[in-house]
Structures are given as C-alpha cells and as structure tokens.
C-alpha cells in the first residue's frame, strides 16, 4: 500500500501511488485513498519565524510491505525536520526512508507490517510563514472602576499549506534560530549532497526541539532529524542540518491555547477570540510630564495581572489595545488605541489612553528678578542669581476625584526660595513631582519661588 499525505484529488492520489513503485511491485501494493487529517496542532513561534505541526491520521496498513508517501510541494515545509510517529504500533515497523530521485519535495516511509490493521500515525515538522498577532478590547463601566476584557489571536497563513480543523498554541517569548526554517524549507533536500555543516554555539537540535515541545523522539525509528552523534547533537545522514533553537530556560516563554478547533486557510489572516474576563479591576489616573506625554494630562487605566483580577495565569503578549468607557445609556465612548509591550504574570498594565480634556496643567511666570551679581577684577558680570517666580494651575472638570502625577522640570542647579505645596518629591537634580489628588470640579494652584544660579 502507498499512502500518499497530501491534498489532492482521488485520480491524481492513484497515479502518484503507483508512479514510484518499482517494476513488478504493483502486485504488491494495495492502493487506498488518504483521509483527511483527524487533529492538527499548531505551534506557533512568532520570534523565530517558527510553526510546529503535529497532524494525526487514521491509515490501513496490509500485512507486509506498505508504504506512506509525504509530499510538500508548494510549501514553505523544512523537510529535515519531518518526523513519522507510529504511536507506538507494535505491529508496524519502520524500514526505510527514501528520497526519490528528481523529487525535491516529497519522501517515501517504508513500512512493514505484521498483520492487516488499522492505526493513527502522527506526522510533525517545521513550517515558515505563519505568525500571530494580539489584539485586546478592554471596555470600561460607567464609573472606570472595572474592565471587560477581550483578547484575540489574529493568525496569519502565508505557509502554501491549508490546515482543516486545527487547534493552535502561540508561544509567548523569544526564541532564536541557528539556521531559519525559511531557509532550510527554500533549500529542500539538497542539502542531503552538501557537505557537512560545522557545529558552532549551544544550541537545541531539532529533535531536542520536537521533544521540547511534546513531541516523540525516536532515536531507533531512523529518520534524519533522529539520528544521533556521540556528543549528542542531531546529524541529517551524518550531516548537521537541521533547524536549532537556542533558548535559556523553558520559563523565559509560555505556551498559550487557544479554544476549538479552526481551519487556517493558505494566504488567508483569522482572528480567533478567547473568553472575555469580566470585573477586572482598574486604578484611574493622570500624569502630566512635558518631556514624555507634551503640554496636556494623559489619562491611564492600570491594573495587575494577578489571580485576584481573575488574570495571571499566563502573561499578556504584546498588543494593541481598544478601549471604549460604557456610557451608561447602553452605548459605548471610544477612549483610545495604544499599543503595550508583553505583560509578565504578576506585573502592572498601564495602558495609555491620551488626553480627554477634562484634566489642565498650565504654568505662568508671575515675576523674575536678577540678584546677587557677582564681577571679575576688570568689572565684567562673572554670575548672578535669577530668581521666578511662577504658578502651576490645575483643573479638574470631572465629577470624580482623580489621581494627578504632576512632574515638573527646573533648569539646574537651582533652589524653591517657596514653595506653597512642599510634598513634592525630588527625582533627580532637575526634576519635581508631585502626588496630587483633585476632588471633583477642583481648581488649584500651586506657587513657587525658584533661583537658579546664571552665567553669562
């Protein structure tokens, strides 16, 4: 029996059957059609332009010899990290791959059975051009003191391969390839007449790679990526080719699952939604700080993401985020689109929302006065000290008491003369801020007076 393991119609499954058989072996070979795939399992690597695949397939086998036909044409496939996984079928054994000649993208399993059955064999390997992207929408209540939060995977396919019925995992973290699977799909099995390909830097074999992953690792069953050298590293036929990753530890990434089970089309993009979590709860607040935000209060929503928030099970990966306020009539108010970086379990999201207008900061100078001259021998001014005084008023046009961060910048080296609000904190040797806390409909002021020290 030859099974061939692609997507194509029933006359064209018959003629690659037979088109590789050896003369006089077609009495041999019971030809059947393939079914289509019965799980498959994505795992996707944004960093390291990455996706393993694990599929499962339910094929009859004849007593004797048989054979399984695995084709990649057309796709972006590393074909030294395919792998065969019999599941443990005692009655089935692996003889030997072959690689036809003239056939660049495609391989033939050999197997020999010890009696007419039927198992599910599982396939993995490598594939380039599949990424992801997250997306959040986070709405507010009425009071900003909640949160509803939505997250979605957005799946991008540019790989050549449809995937029917998929369930996929994203990898959240960085992971480095020695050699990029692009590459190694693009080369195809000519690298099987390179020459040997020198080992340099630790890193993980493919096949570590795969059992990393979950996947099984058989050093007996003889396929190329299984191969072993004394040291340990994987040989492609006595050849390092395979794809390495190189990784510090497991927890610097997490593997995330998403729900049910999809199909990712070729050269087509899914958003995939996870369950919204609801009462998540947030802090309110302002800063206003020239140097990083301009000349108006930005408003944010912080929160944690901890157990208590029904979060931190896993950490949020770098986004866009959409968040809207309900509005309290049964519509929403657009607050603002800001992207955030990766979230770890356990740290705070602060999420930038921009100015609403209903926070001012404005300073004015009331006075400046130079003092204290000070003249070399020839009567020329050497320094002087300048002394402003000025204002800072702030405004509060919500009907809610906020928190403001007010950091404020003063040329150095300077010294407050006065000061009508001293519970400010000293950042560094030109920088103030102030912890403020504005009632409703506040309006406040605070008043200075400062002296640097000048020269010409």
Not at 131 to 149: D, F, G, V
Not at 231 to 255: K, M
Not at 333 to 362: C, M, N, Q, W
């Amino acid at each position: 029996m030859r099974a061939v393991l692609r997507h194509l119609p029933l006359a064209a499954l018959l003629a690659l059957g037979t088109a590789m058989v050896p003369a006089g072996a077609e009495a041999r070979m019971d030809l059947v059609t393939v079914p289509a795939r019965d799980r498959t399992e994505l795992t996707i690597y944004n960093s390291a332009d990455l996706t393993l695949v694990r599929e499962e397939r339910e094929l009859t086998f004849s007593r004797g010899r048989n054979q399984v036909q695995f084709a990649w044409a057309g796709t972006l496939i590393d074909p030294t990290s395919v792998q065969l996984d019999l599941r443990g079928a005692t009655e089935l054994t692996l003889m030997d791959t072959i690689y036809p000649a003239g056939a660049q993208e495609m391989l033939i399993w050999e197997l020999e059975a010890e009696e007419d059955t039927s198992r599910t064999i599982g396939i993995s390997y490598f594939i380039s051009e599949i990424s992801w992207t997250a997306s959040y929408t986070a709405i507010a209540n009425p009071e900003e003191t909640h949160l509803e939060l939505r997250q979605f995977t957005t799946v991008r396919n540019r790989s050549g391969e449809t995937f029917e019925r998929a369930e996929t995992r994203v990898v959240v973290g960085e992971v480095r390839l020695i050699h990029p699977i692009r590459a190694l799909a693009i080369s195809g099995l000519s690298l099987l007449m390179d020459p040997p390909t020198p080992f340099s830097g630790v890193g993980m074999t493919t096949a570590a790679a795969f059992a990393d992953l979950g996947a099984v690792y058989d050093p007996s069953s003889h396929q190329p990526t299984h191969l072993l050298l004394a040291d340990g590293r994987a040989n492609f036929r006595n050849r390092s080719f395979a794809a390495e990753i190189v990784r510090a530890a497991v927890s610097e990434y997490h593997i995330l699952a998403i729900e049910g089970e999809e199909e990712i089309r070729d050269r087509w993009s899914k958003k995939l939604p996870s369950p919204p979590i609801s009462e998540i709860p947030f802090d309110l607040s302002y800063e206003f700080d020239t140097r990083r935000h301009g000349r108006e209060p930005v408003k944010f929503y912080k929160f944690r993401n901890i157990a208590d928030n029904d979060l931190g099970k896993d950490p949020l990966p770098a986004g866009v985020w959409y968040v809207e306020t309900d509005d309290g009539r049964g519509g929403l108010r657009f607050e603002g689109r800001t992207g955030h970086d990766y979230i770890p379990i356990g740290e705070e999201a602060k999420i930038e929302l921009g100015s609403d207008g209903l926070l001012s900061v404005e300073e004015r100078t009331l006075s400046v006065r130079r003092t204290n001259f000070a003249f070399d021998s020839e009567g020329h001014v050497q320094s002087w000290d300048e002394e402003h005084t000025v204002v800072l008023e702030i405004g509060n046009s919500r009907g809610r008491m906020v928190p403001l961060e007010l950091t404020h910048y003063l040329d150095a080296p300077w010294e407050f003369v006065e000061v009508s609000d001293d519970s400010y904190e000293m950042v560094d040797r030109e920088t103030v801020r102030w912890e403020l806390e504005l009632q409703p409909m506040e309006r406040r002021e605070i008043e200075y007076t400062v002296t640097f020290e000048r020269t010409p």
